[in-house]
């Protein structure tokens, strides 16, 4: 989760995942990865988002929402195109993996001036023509602010990845 600190992804995005979670609907062994630039601790993130989800909730939700925070960990960089960042939470998801391969999945809650930065720094430090598991990055709308700039970011993004690679989505 690119982006992990803001407003999109506390409210939206992780309140998202946590109700898939709650249908059984992750991977029994998926680690939820948040970056963003705000100095936090895994632990300090995790009570930021609690809150979003367990608004109103029973014992068994909030329950449930401890051991959903146990899959989330958190890493800052300086900016969204901090490739030793990158590279450090990378180690940190594969130590916690060990040896399983896994998917992985780039969710840009971000602005869109910073998604050509961040797809770079993803190529570099995640990349791997020969690993046989996916990458996927998800761009949400915004994508620009008019055609002009829309084309641009493509052009932008595509120098790193094609097209397979990409979703753009609205989250309404």
């Not at 367990?54 to 969204?80: P, R, S, T, W």
């Not at 040896?99 to 995640?126: G, Q």
Request: proline share 5%; glycine share 6%; aromatic share 16%.
């Amino acid at each position: 989760m690119v982006g992990a600190s803001g407003d999109l992804a506390k409210k939206k995005t992780y309140p998202s995942l946590f109700n898939l979670f709650l249908d059984d609907l992750l991977p029994q062994n998926v680690v939820i990865y948040g970056f963003a630039r705000s100095p936090l601790t895994h632990d300090a993130f995790r009570q930021r988002i609690l809150p979003y989800l367990i608004k109103d909730a029973d014992d068994y939700v909030q329950e449930m929402a401890d051991v959903f925070l146990m899959k989330c960990y958190y890493a800052n960089g300086k900016a969204y195109n901090d490739a030793d960042a990158f590279a450090l939470a990378k180690d940190d998801v594969t130590g916690r993996l060990g040896n399983l391969v896994y998917n992985k999945l780039f969710y840009y809650a971000i602005p869109p001036n910073a998604f050509a930065d961040s797809t770079a720094a993803i190529h570099k430090v995640f990349y791997d023509p020969e690993d046989s598991m996916f990458l996927r990055i998800i761009v949400e709308k915004p994508f620009g602010r008019d055609l002009q700039t829309c084309e641009e970011l493509g052009v932008a993004i595509g120098q790193y990845f094609s097209e397979k690679y990409l979703f753009r989505i609205d989250h309404y």
